[in-house]
């Protein structure tokens, strides 16, 4: 029986929230909990992060276990290290005794790193040292201690931002970034107001009800500071409120007035006028001043002047600069237009900045929403191309268009602006959500009867599907857009690169994976001619490589694909189309392991990943990438890593939903377990591969397991049973041919058949 001080701890923290946002939220923190990997909270001041960690820790393996904390940017700089790590005696002046750091107190438990951005970025080397190795030296000491416990971190900042800044390491990031869970501000779970409310008035000391008018006053308001700031709100009532029913009133006395400029102290003004969007702050402020007079003047100059405490002469100044502002806005706008059709992305982008500036102080006219609009599309359309489909710039720029956009353009526009935003959740493997918006896509582009936005959205959702690990839908949703038939027309329309060329890449590896080999190999040559049409366009011409060298490496052309490999590297190194470099080191990472240059593969494979796909492009390649490296460390004689690798890809694949290659990454773990005397093993994960492969309706899949599980039967004694595995299978695609796999397979067959 547990003493009280032990039932007392582990009692879990309580969470409030029924919100889709928050249960989503939840539903993840289980899948996380149990693991002991590494954990990565953001989510904006005050939202709840130390919450989630706490309720972590107690849905944990080892609840029981100490669950410790610490603010990384509470403490000195100069005393980080030690209380980390802790010190031994005589280690630094005052070093009286030896003090064990939270990495040793915390045992088996779990540390929580609060303000991990905050950690100095002197020590974050050998926090990295600690997660990689599992063990820390305390200062001035010999001795080399184990930490058994996990490590789960969160950060109010953009991690991301801090890494691309140089303040933060991307190592660490990605190595405390195992799994990220986002906590949603208030704002994204107003419906969970009024159970907090309650909550947090059952804590007061006397007991607190709300009316329905200020549960409703309390969720309409904005929260800043999130829960926190909400829970300081219900504390100064529980103590100050004159009755313990709280009413409407009562509650708008202890909410800063949002609407009535006269109570509005001047701290409180100024910053709401920081928080407006724009660079220069006080020439907004003045703009949104001078639009008010205006509005309350209905446009007589004069009276605006009044109101404003002015001369005439000052706001015809003032809107005579506007205008111009506007003119050279619209001139920006058309030079980066120019730029972009011949793909200089790298011109367009200060352009395009430049426009965003002068506009930023135009008013809310629907001419000037229209042109930011414009600007912010164009400039998430560069900053893809330059930055990777994962660009963070891009994607904030896809989004201001979004909003921009709304009320001032029509359904077809914000179809192609939901595309943008799309290619983000996708390469950053969220595929539920890149579903979603795909489908929101396609019913605006249905509503706005333009037929190129449908086959924009049937093309967004076939490449969805096929990693959703639908190959036979996606093939049918791309009929339905008819977008692959229209033969060598360009069709860049609002997104700025060939969507043919796109199209061509889908259809062909969905094709593949279902089993039609003859329709994969016409995709491959049209994308091999479609990548020497396009050579004046260097976009286009790198998403044609990267079809024709992914279809040439699954068909196993080698010959041809090592040149088409170093193509698209060259190319997109000297564009700095980022994430296609990436793409082009690991199809030469293929061709170096097909040509027996096993270390020089994995270097390149490795890096083409993690060093431009992960860093810039995202991790919706990970699958295939992780598929192709298991292969070679089979090959470097390193079955046991590429073991681990197998385990650790299927879980991220899984929790992804990203089961395009599930059936290859069974397969490798299979042979990799084979090489290691595994028998048992090995055929547990080759049968589970040919099932999980026949599940989905990928062809190859189930080909290279069951010819790899019949090799292991034969080896291991059972050749009757390799032969009846094999047959089956190949009874079964019967009238399939084009693929290398399959004639290995008859031969076998042959084989055991005498």
Request: glycine residues 8%; negative net charge; charged residues 25%.
């Amino acid at each position: 029986m547990r003493d009280l001080s032990s039932v007392l701890t582990s009692c879990e923290p309580c969470v409030v929230g029924h919100s889709p946002a928050f249960q989503q939220l939840l539903n993840v923190l289980d899948r996380v909990a149990h693991t002991d990997r590494a954990v990565l909270i953001s989510g904006p001041t005050g939202s709840g992060k130390e919450v989630m960690a706490q309720l972590i820790h107690h849905r944990s393996r080892r609840p029981e276990a100490p669950f410790l904390d610490i603010n990384c940017g509470a403490l000195p700089e100069h005393l980080v290290e030690a209380e980390l790590f802790g010190y031994a005696k005589g280690a630094f002046t005052g070093a009286v005794s030896s003090h064990p750091g939270y990495f040793e107190r915390v045992g088996a438990g779990t540390l929580f790193l609060d303000e991990i951005g905050e950690l100095p970025l002197s020590l974050q080397p050998k926090l990295l040292r600690v997660l990689e190795t599992r063990s820390f030296r305390p200062l001035g000491s010999t001795e080399v201690k184990r930490f058994s416990g996990r490590v789960v971190a969160a950060s109010h900042r953009d991690l991301e931002a801090a890494v691309k800044a140089g303040t933060f390491r991307e190592d660490l990031y990605y190595r405390l970034a195992v799994f990220v869970l986002d906590v949603p501000g208030l704002d994204q779970r107003r419906e969970d107001i009024p159970e907090l409310v309650k909550h947090f008035a059952s804590l007061q000391p006397r007991a607190l009800t709300f009316s329905d008018g200020a549960l409703q006053r309390l969720q309409s308001h904005q929260w800043p500071g999130n829960i926190r700031q909400l829970r300081s709100v219900v504390d100064r009532l529980g103590v100050l409120a004159e009755k313990s029913h709280v009413t409407a009133d009562e509650v708008g006395r202890f909410l800063a007035p949002q609407h009535v400029a006269e109570h509005v102290d001047p701290v409180s003004l100024a910053d709401a006028l920081l928080a407006l969007s724009g660079d220069d702050k006080l020439a907004v402020a003045e703009q949104l001043l001078i639009d008010r007079a205006m509005q309350l003047s209905e446009d007589n100059k004069s009276a605006a002047a009044r109101l404003l405490g002015v001369s005439r002469k000052a706001v015809e100044r003032r809107l005579a600069a506007r205008s111009e502002r506007q003119r050279t806005a619209q001139d920006c706008l058309e030079e980066a237009e120019r730029h972009i059709q011949a793909a200089a992305f790298k011109e367009a982008v200060p352009l395009l900045r430049m426009g965003l500036d002068r506009v930023r102080l135009a008013p809310a006219a629907p001419e000037s929403k229209r042109l930011s609009y414009d600007l912010h599309r164009l400039l998430g359309v560069s900053l893809r191309a330059l930055e990777g489909w994962l660009s963070a710039d891009a994607v904030q720029a896809y989004e201001e268009a979004f909003q921009a956009g709304d009320g001032v353009v029509d359904n077809a526009e914000l179809s192609s602006i939901l595309f943008g935003i799309w290619t983000a959740q996708l390469m950053a493997m969220d595929l539920g959500k890149a579903r979603g918006t795909v489908q929101e896509m396609l019913q605006r582009a249905q509503g706005s009867g333009d037929a190129d936005l449908v086959a924009e959205a049937h093309v967004a959702m076939a490449n969805t599907l096929f990693w959703l690990g639908d190959s036979a839908e996606a093939l049918a949703c791309m009929a339905r857009g008819g977008l692959t038939p229209v033969g060598n027309q360009e069709r860049c329309r609002t997104q700025g690169f060939d969507l043919v060329g796109l199209a061509l890449n889908f259809e062909g590896l969905a094709a593949f994976q279902v089993g039609d080999f003859d329709r994969a190999e016409v995709a491959r040559r049209r994308l091999m001619v479609r990548a020497e049409q396009t050579a004046e366009h260097p976009f286009n011409q790198a998403i044609a490589l990267q079809g024709a060298a992914w279809l040439s490496c699954l068909f196993e052309d080698m010959d041809t694909l090592g040149p088409l490999a170093t193509e698209l590297e060259t190319l997109s190194a000297r564009h700095g189309f980022v994430f296609y470099r990436g793409v082009g080191q690991i199809f030469r990472g293929v061709y170096l392991l097909s040509a027996g240059q096993i270390d020089e593969a994995e270097t390149a494979i490795r890096d083409g990943f993690e060093v431009h796909m992960l860093r810039n492009g995202g991790k919706l390649f990970y699958s295939f990438y992780a598929w192709k490296l298991g292969e070679v460390l089979l090959a470097a004689g390193h079955p046991a890593e590429s073991d681990r690798l197998m385990s650790q890809a299927m879980d991220v694949c899984l929790d992804h939903q990203d089961r395009a290659y599930l059936g290859e990454l069974l397969d490798v773990q299979g042979r990799a377990r084979q090489a290691l005397g595994d028998v048992e093993g090995a055929e547990e994960s080759l049968r589970s591969a040919m099932s999980t492969a026949l599940a989905l309706g990928a062809v190859p899949a189930r080909i290279r397991a069951t010819t790899h599980l019949a090799e292991l039967l034969e080896q291991s004694g059972r050749s009757r049973a390799a032969f009846d595995v094999l047959d089956r299978m190949l009874r079964a695609l019967d009238k399939m041919t084009g693929f290398g796999g399959l004639n290995r397979a008859l031969a076998l067959r042959a084989r055991l058949t005498t």
